[in-house]
């Protein structure tokens, strides 16, 4: 009788543990206690894990959790292997900040050596006229995941301005540029592979998350906090900037200018976006910042 009781139980405790690893340590995070010490040690989801290594000192408490939700989140929904820039400045300190969530390892920032200054939870607060980083990416020297009509940029601020501060962009030689103006003259602009500026609506703040997506050669639209600013027809043009992008200035052909004045707690590159797709990624991110107490 003993024997025939410990079949099934063994049977159950494998079907649990695939079912466990298949969601990226569901039991877990719904606060199951049945799981062995060995799946605990597994409870985040691998992309996450694949972050976690290559930071150097952990973050502690829920913020382990939340920074799992926020990368589970997109990976479910199908975003997080679009991305190509992900660096996640609210974080627990300036050398976790600087990794690419995308790819570890891969386009990780480097300070040039300015005296940048990191808040905790916050971001890196840019002094508006030497703070840069660089990514270390060529959008033409490196186009995958993204192309030429197909790119999305994005930041969030806790700053609000309303001038010509760029919390990203590069233009190279031959003026391809790609960029974003939050708020500046009363209206959320930028380029993204075109010679003249592309005008959204007025946001009326920058704290949040400013976006620019070009879907088409002649598609491009701007959102704030996942809510569109309208649309602009600006046709794209031969090519994509063969330089490197930087963040909190732009690159302007080999020079840093456009200085970004604040704290910037998020930057984001990836191919292009629809209307829900904008949403969505606002909710995911938004749901991280507010659990840091922004």
Known sequence: MKKLLIIPILLLS?????????????????????MSAQAEASSYCAEYDVILAAF????????????N?????LDSAGYYDRIKLWYVFANNDSTNAKINWASPGTYNLTN?????????????????????????????????????NSLTIA???????????????????????????????????GRINVSATSSFS?????????????????????????????????????????????????NNNGTAASFFDGIISMILVMNGV????????????HRYMTRMGQ
């Not at 939700?69 to 989140?73: A, G, I, K, L």
Request: glycine share 12%; charged share 15%; with cysteine.
């Open 14 to 34: 494998v079907l649990c543990n695939a079912q466990f690893a298949k969601g990226g340590g569901a039991f877990l995070k719904t606060g199951s206690s049945f």
């Open 56 to 67: 150097g000192t952990d973050p502690t408490g829920d913020t382990l959790t939340w920074q």
């Open 69 to 73: 939700d926020m990368v589970y989140s």
């Open 112 to 148: 040039p050596g300015t005296s940048l200054t990191f808040v905790r939870s916050q971001g890196f607060d840019a002094d508006g006229s030497t703070d840069y980083l660089t990514t270390g990416w060529s959008p033409r020297g490196d186009s995958s995941k993204i192309g030429l």
């Open 155 to 189: 930041s969030w601020q806790l700053a609000n301005i309303n001038t010509t501060y760029m919390p990203l962009g590069v233009t190279d030689a031959a003026g391809f540029p790609i960029y974003i103006y939050p708020r500046t003259s009363d209206a959320l602009r």
């Open 202 to 250: 007025d946001p009326g703040s920058t704290v949040g998350l400013s976006m620019i997506t070009r879907t088409d050669h002649n598609v491009l639209e701007g959102y704030f906090n996942g809510a569109s600013q309208g649309n602009d027809n600006d046709e794209s043009g031969s090519n994509m900037p063969d330089a490197t992008m930087y963040v909190l200035a732009q």
């Open 274 to 285: 629809t209307d829900t797709e904008a949403t969505n990624i606002y909710n995911i991110l």
